[in-house]
Nanobody, 123 residues
C-alpha cells in the first residue's frame, strides 16, 4: 500500500510563495525510485500536470508555471516538494502529488495519488 500525503497549501496574495510537500510511504516504495509529479485541479476544470520528475532527476514543467515553480525531492526524507513563487490568482486550485513506477510525465495516468492540498491566491 502506497500513501502520499500532501501539506503546505494555504491562502496567499498574488506574488506570494508557498512550498508544498508530499510525504511518500509504503513497502518498497520511495520518492527516488518512482516517477512523481504534481497536478492541480480548479473547480470545473480538468486535472492539469504542473511538474514531473523521473528517477534520474530529469524534470519537466507545464508552460504556465515555468520559471515560477520548482519541483524537488529529498531522498532522505522520502518527500517530494513544489516550491511556488510569484503566485497568480489563476494558480488557485487543489494540488495533488502522484507517483508510479511507470513514466507518465504530465499525463494524469499515475497509479497513486494523494488527497490534495488547497492553494488559494487572491489578487
Amino acid at each position: 500500500q502506497v500513501q502520499l500525503v500532501e501539506s503546505g497549501g494555504g491562502s496567499v496574495q498574488s506574488g506570494g510563495s508557498l512550498r508544498l510537500s508530499c510525504a511518500v510511504s509504503g513497502y518498497g516504495y520511495n520518492a527516488y525510485s518512482s516517477y512523481m509529479a504534481w497536478f492541480r485541479q480548479a473547480p470545473g476544470k480538468e486535472r492539469e500536470g504542473v511538474a514531473a520528475i523521473d528517477t534520474d532527476g530529469n524534470i519537466i514543467y507545464a508552460d504556465s508555471v515555468k520559471g515560477r515553480f520548482t519541483i524537488s525531492r529529498d531522498n532522505a526524507k522520502n518527500t517530494l516538494y513544489l516550491q511556488m513563487n510569484s503566485l497568480k490568482p489563476e494558480d488557485t486550485a487543489m494540488y495533488y502529488c502522484a507517483a508510479d513506477r511507470r513514466q507518465y510525465l504530465l499525463l494524469p495516468r499515475y497509479n497513486f495519488w494523494g488527497q490534495g492540498t488547497q492553494v488559494t491566491v487572491s489578487s
